[in-house]
């Protein structure tokens, strides 16, 4: 199921060429627990107005699949500062930061910052079968 769903979400890649805002960011094993469910890979890609964003959610009962795809400037605002580039989301309400180093910073009012990194050896290991 894991390596499917990193399938899917390279092939989510390749349907959204032209892409502003891109990446892939996986969970670093050092951050937090936290009691509600957490995504562990995201993948974003913004193509003209639009902001799509995959993510495989790690809940307290396995691991699924969530889509959504924002309009930008109705649902998504994106800002571009010297500390990276900031998204507010509206629904559900967060507020993301790519920094300089690439590191994507997931905001929520009710939960402590979640911090995760740009893939790289983290995806490898995800697709060869190992766990993070």
């Known amino acids: 199921m894991w390596a499917g769903s990193l399938i899917l979400l390279f092939a989510f890649h390749s349907l959204c060429p032209g892409s502003e805002i891109s990446g892939i960011w996986g969970l670093n094993a050092r951050n937090p627990r936290l009691s509600t ?40 605002e994106i800002h571009f500062t010297l500390q990276g580039t900031e998204i507010r989301l509206s629904a559900p309400a967060e507020t993301w930061i790519i920094d300089p180093r690439g590191a994507l910073t997931i905001s929520r009012p009710s939960d402590p910052q979640l911090v995760l990194t740009r893939a790289g050896k983290f995806v490898h290991d995800v697709a060869r079968g190992r766990k993070p």
Do not use: F, N
């Not at 890979?41 to 993510?55: C, E, F, M």
């Not at 495989?56 to 109705?74: A, C, Q």
């Open 37 to 76: 469910a957490i995504p562990v890979a995201i993948r974003i890609d913004q193509t003209g107005d639009r902001l799509s964003v995959l993510k495989i959610m790690k809940s307290l009962d396995g691991r699924y699949l969530e889509y959504r795809d924002y309009v930008i400037p109705h649902d998504a």
